[in-house]
């Protein structure tokens, strides 16, 4: 057996932030801590607390196989849980910046690049007003991979006379949340425009 790999035998500590779930698996979440079978704790790097409740309660069973890291951090690595469970990012706040993945350390050398990213006294800021911007951004229409929504990019364009459909007419990949969102949007925008004429 690999020396850095061990066995999860209980989860020890987690975050207290609020988030609200849905959908699993989620994008969004606590961090935690475990009890490996060394008798050490480990912080988790690659999943969200609420993940890992529900791949328990779905019927993965403790012991769930982790790989060490080093400087205390671990990440879940266990071929009994489905690919899109993990985390393809580490938690930055947890987890130093020399074991995030590459492609993670990229960006913000990018971000600091750009004047983005701020790095001082422990400190970091990001300023996503920095962001930079495709030259003719504006001048097309852009399917958006993230929303699977068909919209000019960077702006809100005013619609006069439409005319609205029922929320399951919009073709969202992401699911209803997005959706409400949209539909809302579309409401808010028709008030303004009848309360204007």
């Not at 790097?45 to 609420?50: D, G, I, K, Q």
């Not at 580490?90 to 004047?115: D, K, M, S, W």
Request: with cysteine; aromatic share 8%; charged share 25%.
């Amino acid at each position: 057996m690999d020396e850095n790999q061990l066995y999860m035998t209980r989860i020890t500590t987690t975050t207290l932030i609020g988030v609200m779930l849905d959908k699993f698996p989620s994008d969004r979440g606590n961090c935690f801590s475990i009890l490996a079978t060394d008798d050490k704790q480990y912080r988790i790097v690659n999943f969200h607390y609420e993940n890992i409740k529900m791949v328990i309660e779905l019927g993965i069973e403790i012991p769930i196989k982790i790989q060490i890291l080093g400087n205390g951090m671990a990440i879940i690595h266990d071929e009994r849980i489905p690919d899109e469970w993990y985390n393809n990012k580490f938690c930055e706040v947890c987890c130093p910046e020399r074991l995030l993945p590459y492609p993670q350390i990229l960006t913000h050398q990018r971000q600091i690049a750009r004047g983005e990213r701020n790095v001082g006294n422990e400190i970091i800021s990001i300023d996503f007003s920095k962001s930079p911007k495709l030259p003719k951004e504006d001048q097309k229409d852009i399917i958006y991979a993230k929303y699977g929504v068909k919209m000019k990019a960077r702006s809100v364009i005013p619609i006069k006379n439409f005319k609205l459909v029922p929320a399951e007419d919009i073709n969202v990949i992401v699911g209803d949340d997005l959706r409400k969102d949209i539909l809302s949007a579309l409401i808010e925008n028709f008030n303004k425009s009848s309360a204007s004429e």
